[in-house]
């Protein structure tokens, strides 16, 4: 069959792997101009990637194979390649481990990406913390005070969040008129004509005016989403408009359905069904310089499901692993009081592990195996006095 | 062979030894007149670790002046003379032209003109600050990426000129001549002040002007202490426990006595400004016997690493390797064996040398080789003739020599120019300092770089000789193998290191892979390799395409060493004039050039393609 020869040919690997540091190049130089986040999203899980050969000047960018394309057809090869010349054998057995260890790899970086979460976790010197929040996503939360300290909280993920969605809150809805991704907001005396004038008729966002921005692609920056929302009781009129936002600080409060409710947008948050307490952050310089020396921070975690209360020391190279979870230490603000860990979710990381190994321990077998043939082969030629 | 030829082939090796001795002799040798080879032993904390004295000042030089000579008549003649006069005659320093000025906008700024050579005294810069301090601020509130090589000399002079002013207030004040009596005054007018502040909170009768002339004196030291980033005082425990010389002057209010390494610079430097080399030398001993009792590590280290300046050991490799080179390369021609052996027995010498400054380094940082890029580029040499050693060991025909001694040249050549920056034993910054993955990731990785390296360089000798002579199908058959071989050691070392790297990502930032530049740099290494090796095992090239591809190696490979951290400042036009973007540049275009001579058909009919040569 032409196509299973082709589909195991040595010669596909060839062009798929040229095509591969292809990708990999343009995605390395490209990140000059779009961000880290982008280029991953564009070029390497993509089928198809647009190569801007000279960004911002008047030329068209030329297709080539994104990653996933790729991917998908080096697996293709592998498997075919070796089910049209598997033969078990102390000679091939080499080999076949090889390819293993990187099918396992590449299957790990598609499940990492399918099933991996990260997000992040601040936290005060001395205070309490139970949940992490996604830096890239934000979401429209609604707060019930229900007495005695309780809420009931109402989160709307951003995905949902569209020019005219309604959504029903139990005595009134919520609607939204427009939604800002990422947005600049400025203060209505400040603002341009490119500002779009405020409708908020109540909070903070009377006085302010919003124009739209393009999404972030920085590492080190967040998108501010905005919304403008009105509340509108059932069977009743209109209560007004509000402008939310992730740039203001704390939630707007409403009256409705008899109580007074609040709301906000903010980064999505995920909780966790333990807590984490910092008790000390701390971060050293080399005498003299402002080159760090090291970043540690002392929690305690807390977990009324287990009664777990126990203190681990979180730092570089040292992370710590809990509930599935891994806690990295990534960062510090607030003058060295507050303490940011990474939180990471990767069922599969031990994957690499493994295939390492085996790739490691099969070349290192093939290529052995190749300088005995070699060294025997000289012996026969020019043999030893 | 006639003993004519043995003895020959020992006499260039015999003479590398000598060589050596004698640049061990110079170190070593005790000096006379003034002692700045034991002043330069002495320990400071810079940049965040200890050193001594000898290196701060040949680091501050490289980096402001671009090497450790001074011009002119009646210069220093070492770095640790330098500094001592810079601290102790500033007035005769600031006259020394050390700074460098390249570019011809800053120096319209400076107003000066361009004489015979490009460098300028701090004297002659002195009154263009004022319109040098409004430019660096303005720049210095941009991102360092976008600046123009205009602006990037601007922020390297303003650097350098902060360098030399802190240098200058590191181990005195300038102004103040008599040190010892300066220093002992201050403490006299400090406590008796002391007891008349006791009396003025009594109530009692007290002598304002005793406060009020101390207070003055205390001001003078607060000042100073601003000024420089050397801690001179050993204090507490270990690196962090140092203090700098106003520092320990106050701590001495409360002991009522000078520390005894203040006192040791003030004679030094009253010594040094009357020339009276029997004081001068006995306050370095002194204090060096102080420092033999109470800290005993911080001078040993000093010590060593002092030696280790003075040796240069690099430098001495780098001749030995052009010997190395020129024997190899003689002997193809005549003298075969005579000379190949000698060549051989040079580039151990040199492999020798290059092993005891890899390992004094390490010992002297605590630290597994590679640590930096400076360290990156004499470890890829090392690497690379450990394996070509093999090769020679195995083929016997001084391409291994040859390969060896040009890779080893031009990467400590690249070390040098990369020392030009600073420190090259720096400390570590919080997320590496891990010597694990150092010495497992990193040291792995690199042996890749050099394994790479190297098969690109055996191919560029195939390629070369290629149109010149007909190359006999032996020496063919062993380039084959050599290249063959070493590319396969190349995939198995960048492959291994690169996934080590990712679960080292994976350990510190809970990422296993994140497509960032210098990640990708290194993937494309081991695909590279996988597609000659895929090539080779299809058939898709022969000897002569594997040759070819092996040198496109050395542009994937030095891609990945330098250009992803170039990303930023290659890209835009600006940054087309950095020197190391171009240096870059061309040698890409080199190995380029040498792919399509390759590319050329020989004429005459093709060889057959046989199993034989499929294995390599």
């Known amino acids: ?385 | 062979m006639s003993t004519l030829r043995k003895i020959t082939a020992w006499l260039i090796p015999a003479l590398c030894l000598l060589f050596i001795a004698s640049a061990v002799f110079n170190a070593t040798r005790p000096a006379t007149g003034l002692d700045f080879k034991n002043f330069g032993t002495l320990p400071v904390v810079s940049n965040g670790r200890v050193q001594p004295l000898d290196s701060l000042a040949r680091n501050a030089l490289l980096s402001i002046h671009g090497k450790q000579r001074i011009p002119g008549d009646g210069a220093p003649a070492t770095p640790a003379a330098w500094l001592a006069e810079l601290t102790f005659k500033p007035a005769l320093a600031d006259t020394r032209k050390i700074f460098l000025i390249h570019h011809d906008d800053l120096l319209g700024l400076t107003k000066l003109t361009r004489g015979e050579e490009k460098s300028y005294s701090y004297a002659q810069l002195l009154p263009a600050f004022p319109a040098l301090q409004p430019e660096a601020r303005r720049i210095g509130a941009t991102k360092s990426q976008t600046w123009s090589p205009y602006e990037n000399a601007l922020m390297l002079l303003t650097r350098n000129l902060t360098l030399y002013n802190q240098l200058k207030h590191a181990l005195a004040l300038p102004g103040q001549d008599q040190l010892e009596s300066e220093f002992n005054i201050f403490l006299t007018h400090v406590s008796e002040a002391l007891v008349e502040v006791g009396k003025q909170d009594r109530g009692g009768d007290f002598n304002q002007s005793a406060i009020d002339n101390a207070s003055s004196r205390m001001r003078t030291v607060a000042d100073w202490a601003p000024m420089t980033e050397v801690y001179t005082t050993p204090s507490g425990d270990g690196a962090d426990g140092w203090r700098k010389l106003p520092d320990s002057l106050i701590d001495s209010i409360d002991k009522r006595a000078l520390h005894p390494a203040t006192l040791a610079y003030a004679r030094i430097g009253d010594a040094y400004r009357t020339m009276d080399a029997t004081a001068f030398n006995s306050a370095i001993k002194d204090y060096r016997t102080w420092l033999r009792e109470n800290r005993s590590d911080h001078l040993k280290k000093a010590s060593a690493e002092t030696l280790f300046n003075g040796i240069a050991p690099f430098y001495l490799c780098m001749v030995l390797y052009v010997v190395a080179f020129l024997c190899a390369i003689v002997s193809w021609l005549w003298q075969g064996r005579t000379l190949r052996q000698a060549a051989f027995r040079v580039l151990l010498i040199g492999l020798t040398l290059h092993t005891i400054g890899l390992g004094t380094r390490m010992m002297l940082e605590g630290r597994p080789p590679v640590t930096n890029l400076y360290s990156s580029a004499i470890f890829i040499g090392w690497g690379a003739i450990i394996l070509s050693t093999v090769l020679e060991l195995f083929h016997r025909n001084a391409i291994g020599t040859a390969v060896a001694s040009v890779v080893g040249f031009a990467t400590l050549l690249i070390a040098h120019h990369l020392s030009l920056s600073g420190d090259t034993l720096e400390m570590m910054r919080a997320v590496l300092d891990t010597n694990f993955w150092l010495a497992t990731h990193v040291v792995v990785i690199t042996l890749g770089y050099s394994a790479t390296f190297l098969a690109g360089t055996i191919a560029i000798i195939y390629l070369l000789r290629r149109p010149f002579a007909h190359i006999p199908k032996s020496t063919a058959a062993s380039l084959r193998g050599m290249v063959y071989g070493v590319i396969c050691f190349a995939t198995l070392a960048s492959f291994v290191g690169t996934v080590l790297g990712g679960i080292w990502a994976d350990q510190s930032w809970g990422r296993f892979w994140g497509w960032d530049p210098k990640e990708n740099g290194a993937l494309l290494i081991v695909i590279w390799n996988a597609m000659i090796l895929h090539a080779r095992w299809g058939g898709m090239v022969r000897e002569r395409g594997m040759m070819v591809m092996a040198v496109f190696g050395n542009i994937v490979t030095s891609w990945s060493w330098f250009g992803t951290n170039m990303l930023g400042i290659g890209l835009h036009s600006y940054g087309f004039t950095d020197a190391a973007f171009l240096w870059l540049s061309a040698f890409m275009a080199s190995q380029l050039f040498i792919m399509t001579l390759g590319l050329i058909r020989e004429r005459g009919p093709k060889p057959p393609l046989n199993s034989l040569e499929l294995l390599g």
């Open chain 1, 1 to 385: 069959m032409p196509v299973f020869k082709l589909l195991s040919s040595l010669r596909l690997t060839v062009t798929l792997l040229g095509f591969a540091m292809v990708l990999i190049f343009v995605g390395t130089i490209t990140q000059v101009e779009l961000g880290i986040h982008e280029v991953q999203e564009k070029f390497f899980r993509s089928w198809l990637a647009w190569w801007d050969v000279m960004p911002g000047g008047k030329t068209f960018p030329i297709p080539i194979p994104g990653g996933t394309l790729l991917g998908i057809l080096l697996i293709a090869n592998l498997l075919a390649a070796h089910g049209a010349r598997f033969k078990l054998s102390w000679n091939k057995a080499g080999m076949i481990v090889i390819h293993s260890g990187i099918l396992l790899m590449l299957l790990g970086e598609i499940f990492s990406s399918l099933l991996g979460r990260e997000a992040q976790m601040a936290v005060n010197e001395g205070e309490i913390s139970n949940y992490s929040t996604f830096p890239r996503e934000t979401e429209l939360v609604v707060i019930r005070p229900d007495g005695d300290g309780l809420e009931t909280v109402t989160a709307i993920p951003q995905a949902r969040l569209i020019d005219g969605a309604q959504f029903p809150l139990g005595g009134f809805s919520l609607k939204i008129h427009s939604h800002y991704p990422n947005s600049e907001i400025l203060p209505q005396s400040e603002a341009g004509e490119t500002f779009d004038k405020t409708r908020a008729t109540d909070g903070f966002g009377k006085a302010y005016a919003v124009r739209r921005t393009p999404r972030e692609t920085a590492d080190d920056r967040r998108d501010l989403t905005s919304a403008f929302v009105e509340i509108i009781p059932d069977g009743g009129k209109s209560q007004g408009c509000w402008l939310l936002s992730n740039a203001f600080k704390g939630g707007q409060s409403f009256e409705a359905a008899g109580k007074t409710w609040r709301m906000s947008i903010r980064q999505r948050r995920l909780y966790h069904p333990f807590s984490i307490k910092l008790l000390d952050f701390s971060h050293d310089r080399y005498l003299g310089t402002n080159v760090p020396k090291n970043f540690s921070s002392k929690i305690k975690i807390l977990n009324p499901d287990t009664g777990e209360n126990r203190e681990d020391l979180i730092y570089m190279n040292h992370p710590l692993r809990y509930g599935g979870l891994t806690f990295y230490q990534a960062g510090f603000e607030n003058n060295d009081s507050t303490s940011i860990f990474q939180v990471v979710r990767n069922p599969v990381w031990t994957l690499p592990y493994i295939s390492c190994a085996m790739v490691g321990c099969g070349l290192l077998w093939v290529f052995s195996q190749h300088l005995i043939k070699a060294i025997s082969r000289r012996n026969k030629l020019h043999p030893a006095p």
